[in-house]
């Protein structure tokens, strides 16, 4: 704001502006186990101070969707993934905290539209979160932070995962960690409905070592004590079959 109180893009902080592109782009985060990676350009303009997003088609047409539903809903977001949850109460946080009031649409024609400021409240199940132990396998690319240490473990099926380290962990560890798979055992917020879990929430327990390799001689000790298991089974293929309603 200037010394006369008002909003607009010549007095606006730059912090905010990283800010609201960090929320915004959370917003349109509707997969949680996947990493937003639709381009987004950013544009500042009078009004007092309006931020307009340029993205996809595809990405206007589900936030417009997501907005209808908030509007008709009396704001209730359960049905929302986490990372746009998040986005709007970030939203709230910053309109209670700075008096301001955002308008969200779309440019669709009657576009959805939501006003969040100190005012607003967001309806959501608060007992749907419970703590739990979660298991991860995948590579670390990243491992240290002078302030709040951290690793980051690149997966296939969760995406990067930014994980809470203790110091006394990490130097622990005896082996260079970096680039090189890993299983690791971590804390966190699951969602006792949908199992979806707060990957804001994880906090690392251990780091296990992990090797999916093929072990063929394992596997044929494993195949060598089954068959005294069958040895009274004339033909396998016909049992099963009739186990498994196969059978004349």
Same mark, same amino acid.
């Given at each position: 704001?200037?010394?006369?109180?008002?909003?607009?893009?010549?007095?606006?902080?730059?912090?905010?502006?990283?800010?609201?592109?960090?929320?915004?782009?959370?917003?349109?985060? !509707?997969?949680?186990?996947?990493?937003?990676?639709?381009?987004?350009?950013?544009?500042?303009?009078?009004?007092?101070?309006?931020?307009?997003?340029?993205?996809?088609?595809?990405?206007?047409?589900?936030?417009?969707?997501?907005?209808? !539903?908030?509007?008709?809903?009396?704001?209730?977001?359960?049905?929302?993934?986490?990372?746009?949850?998040?986005?709007?109460?970030?939203?709230?946080?910053?309109?209670?905290?700075?008096?301001?009031?955002?308008?969200?649409?779309?440019?669709?024609?009657?576009?959805?539209?939501?006003? $969040?400021?100190?005012?607003?409240?967001?309806?959501?199940?608060?007992?749907?979160?419970?703590?739990?132990?979660?298991?991860?396998?995948?590579?670390?690319?990243?491992?240290?932070?002078?302030?709040?240490?951290?690793?980051?473990?690149?997966?296939?099926?969760?995406?990067?995962?930014?994980?809470?380290?203790?110091?006394?962990?990490?130097?622990?560890?005896?082996?260079?960690?970096?680039?090189?798979?890993?299983?690791?055992?971590?804390?966190?917020? !699951?969602?006792?409905?949908?199992?979806?879990?707060?990957?804001?929430?994880?906090?690392?327990?251990?780091? $296990?070592?992990?090797?999916?390799?093929?072990?063929?001689?394992?596997?044929?000790?494993?195949?060598?004590?089954?068959?005294?298991?069958?040895?009274?089974?004339?033909?396998?293929?016909?049992?099963?079959?009739?186990?498994?309603?196969?059978?004349?």
């Amino acid at each position: 704001m200037d010394h006369n109180g008002k909003l607009d893009p010549n007095s606006y902080n730059i912090r905010g502006i990283f800010e609201i592109l960090q929320i915004t782009e959370n917003l349109f985060s !509707q997969n949680s186990e996947k990493e937003h990676s639709t381009t987004i350009a950013y544009e500042m303009a009078d009004g007092s101070v309006k931020h307009v997003i340029r993205t996809t088609l595809q990405d206007v047409v589900g936030l417009n969707a997501v907005l209808t !539903q908030i509007e008709t809903g009396n704001y209730a977001i359960d049905f929302l993934e986490l990372p746009a949850a998040r986005a709007l109460e970030d939203f709230q946080q910053y309109a209670r905290e700075n008096d301001y009031e955002y308008e969200i649409k779309t440019s669709i024609s009657e576009s959805a539209t939501i006003k $969040i400021n100190k005012e607003t409240k967001f309806v959501k199940s608060e007992d749907a979160w419970a703590d739990a132990e979660l298991y991860f396998y995948g590579t670390i690319v990243d491992a240290g932070g002078t302030e709040n240490a951290h690793i980051h473990l690149d997966t296939v099926d969760n995406g990067l995962l930014k994980i809470e380290a203790s110091k006394a962990l990490l130097t622990d560890f005896e082996n260079n960690p970096l680039y090189k798979l890993y299983g690791v055992r971590v804390t966190g917020k !699951q969602n006792i409905k949908s199992g979806e879990i707060d990957k804001s929430s994880l906090k690392l327990v251990a780091i $296990i070592d992990y090797n999916p390799s093929f072990k063929e001689d394992y596997i044929k000790s494993l195949i060598k004590k089954a068959k005294k298991s069958w040895a009274d089974v004339p033909d396998a293929d016909e049992w099963l079959k009739t186990v498994r309603g196969y059978g004349a």
